[in-house]
């Protein structure tokens, strides 16, 4: 080892000697490891426990080449240890200064073979997620939920447990699916939290449990880590998911969000433009790790501004209200109607609908449900202006099929294992952008209830305050006396509209400060923006003044698309003369998204905080914004 260190500063030396004569490149190939992992609070031993073995029991380079030093007279033992000792105490103090400033599928993919010899910690691991799975009361952490979601997809319409009859009318999906996903991380998770790919200690060999599930019943799940090459790595699977479309989950996840910008251009050339380009439709699903936790400005942003801004729908009007569909409405009627004396019947509707969304049988049934509920008889014949009224309504209904991209920053378990499901189980391809946790992963109310994830539950766009879809809706009434913790609708002061994790940080400040008149509603789906669902839970507080709140810089994150989106659908979904006005609470604008000291990191946390829960109103104050 002292001779392979010295080697490798000679050939360094060489190197930049060979570079400043000749002025050419030059590689040096250097074969090492790393005793620890990635950092320092990782144990790699899990998931490849030959090698940390043999590491573990080999000298650090620091022994060894000090021993040579002593040897050969260099130094003595005594200096060594010397400096050693000093740079122990500046790490120990600049640490203190730092501290200062400062269901049968779940169970089934908890079993491991017997003559597998898994690791204590993973064992922990699989125990303690085999108690979330017990009784009806249970609640699920994030990877469990993303286990189900993939264990629930590869299962045949046949598959049931050991002893109950299959019924082929009720399977868990419209048809069964493959899952594909890589990562950086993607076997173990960048945040120690996933594990799909268990590791025998012993001999090393792997074992993914999702294929486990019902052998024979199933079918694949691939989980793979990806090299650091996150253009390279995403267009690949971009192209997966063209060949799997409509017949498996792809996903891409990157060690941290804020990495995706190295894939930028083939998100804007492929992921958000190739469907209205060349008709290429991908259901890619892009898990990016995104939230403010004090880890600086490379580790806490996946940009969704970024994101919000290729997609494809107009803010300052509703879907079917904008000029140019409008005009495409205008056009296809003159075209279509022109060919049968001006006028269209029920057929001749009918079969033009079904044409423009694929003829799908669900959509059909969608078409003939709308003339229905517009009140038009049965022999009823449609004339342009009948045509406009019933197009503007039929395009609002179906205004996420003709979004480009979706974009999700989920804040429940649930809400994720809906929101994987939700990309197989529908009629059309779509690409996912999904913000995901990092700190909560390990945080022990960013937690769903089991039943939340059975039959009759779905993703919810919007999530409002202690209702049904809320996960922390069973903290809202005290344990003792039953009484809820907010107050009467009509008398909450404030509406706090957020997206992400922030959500948990303003709901435990509130708590803190037994503020019973605020709530909080949560942003689940951002694009394509849920206008009526949004709307509707605003007015049902009406006394209440409303509110954005953010943790990411004000020209970040998704304020600059939710506030026009919201401003039109308050504009034209509500009977008031003057639309509520609409305040932003959260960090000033930025040319970089976050700060490198953790200090200034909590300061600026609190005062957002501090103004989101403020007693006086929000519009009286500095940074407010219409």
């Known amino acids: ?346 057929s001749q509707t009918m079969n033009l609908l079904g044409g423009l969304t694929g003829g799908s049988g669900d959509r059909q049934e969608a078409a003939e449900l709308l003339w229905t509920e517009m009140g038009l008889a049965p022999d009823a014949l449609v004339t342009q202006e009948k045509w406009e009224s019933l197009m503007v309504q039929y395009m609002r209904r179906n205004a996420e099929r003709s979004s480009n991209i979706f974009v999700v920053n989920a804040t429940t378990p649930a809400q994720y294992f809906h929101v994987l499901r939700r990309q197989l189980n529908r009629p059309y391809n779509k690409p996912l952008v999904l913000f995901t946790p990092k700190a909560l992963l390990h945080h022990r109310p960013f937690t769903s209830a089991l039943k939340d994830l059975t039959t009759g539950t779905f993703f919810n766009r919007v999530i409002d305050d202690g209702k049904v879809s809320d996960n922390t809706r069973h903290l809202a009434r005290h344990p003792k006396t039953g009484e809820p913790f907010l107050l009467p609708a009509d008398q909450i002061r404030r509406v706090v509209l957020c997206s992400g994790q922030i959500y948990y940080a303003l709901s435990n400040a509130r708590r803190a400060k037994r503020i019973r008149d605020v709530v909080f509603v949560r942003l689940e789906q951002i694009a394509p923006f849920p206008h009526d669902l949004l709307v509707k839970v605003i007015q049902g507080y009406p006394a209440a003044e409303l509110a954005w709140c953010q943790e990411e810089p004000k020209n970040m994150g998704a304020w600059m698309y939710v506030k026009p989106r919201l401003q039109t659908a308050l504009r034209e979904l509500t009977d008031c003369a003057v639309a509520p006005r609409l305040n932003y609470v959260g960090r000033p604008s930025a040319a970089s998204p976050a700060t490198a000291s953790m200090a200034i990191h909590q300061a600026e946390m609190s005062e957002i905080m501090q103004k989101a829960l403020s007693e006086q109103p929000l519009g009286s104050q500095d940074g407010s914004a219409r």
Request: contains cysteine.
């Open 1 to 346: 080892m002292p001779m392979t260190l010295m080697a490798v500063v000679q050939a360094c030396i060489i190197a930049a000697d060979w570079r400043a004569r000749f002025k050419r490149d030059i590689i040096i190939d250097i074969v090492g490891y790393r005793r620890l992992g990635h950092n320092e609070q990782d144990n790699p031993v899990t998931t490849l426990p030959l090698s940390y073995t043999a590491i573990a029991a080999h000298p650090p380079v620091l022994q060894l080449y000090g021993q040579q030093l002593e040897a050969e007279g260099v130094i003595s033992q005594d200096q060594l240890s010397a400096w050693q000792d000093a740079s122990r105490q500046q790490y120990d103090e600049e640490y203190e200064a730092y501290k200062s400033g400062s269901t049968w599928v779940g169970k089934s993919l908890c079993e491991v073979p017997e003559d597998f010899d898994l690791h204590p910690d993973m064992a922990h691991i699989l125990n303690r997620r085999r108690k979330m799975l017990d009784g009806p009361d249970s609640r699920v952490d994030w990877a469990t939920a993303e286990q189900l979601a993939f264990g629930t997809l590869v299962l045949r319409q046949h598959a049931r447990p050991p002893g109950v009859e299959a019924d082929p009318g009720q399977g868990l999906n419209k048809g069964h699916y493959s899952v594909r996903m890589t990562g950086q991380d993607a076997e173990r998770g960048t945040f120690n939290q996933r594990h799909f790919a268990l590791y025998d200690r012993s001999s090393g060999r792997r074992l993914n449990a999702l294929n486990n599930i019902k052998p024979c019943s199933q079918e694949k799940v691939e989980i793979w880590n990806s090299p650091l090459n996150e253009a390279g790595v995403l267009g690949f699977e971009y192209g997966f998911s063209l060949g799997m479309a409509g017949t498996g989950l792809v996903a891409w996840e990157a060690q941290f969000g804020d990495f995706a910008n190295n894939a930028q251009a083939m998100i804007d050339q492929f992921v958000a433009a190739a469907e209205e380009r060349w008709g290429q439709q991908s259901g890619l699903v892009l898990m990016l790790p995104h939230g403010y936790d004090g880890q600086g400005p490379d580790h806490s942003s996946a940009r969704p501004e970024r994101f919000l801004s290729l997609s494809n729908d107009d803010a300052d009007h509703l879907p079917g209200h904008s000029p140019s569909a409008r005009r495409q409405i205008a056009t296809t009627f003159a075209a279509i109607a022109g060919q049968h004396g001006g006028v269209l019947d029920r």
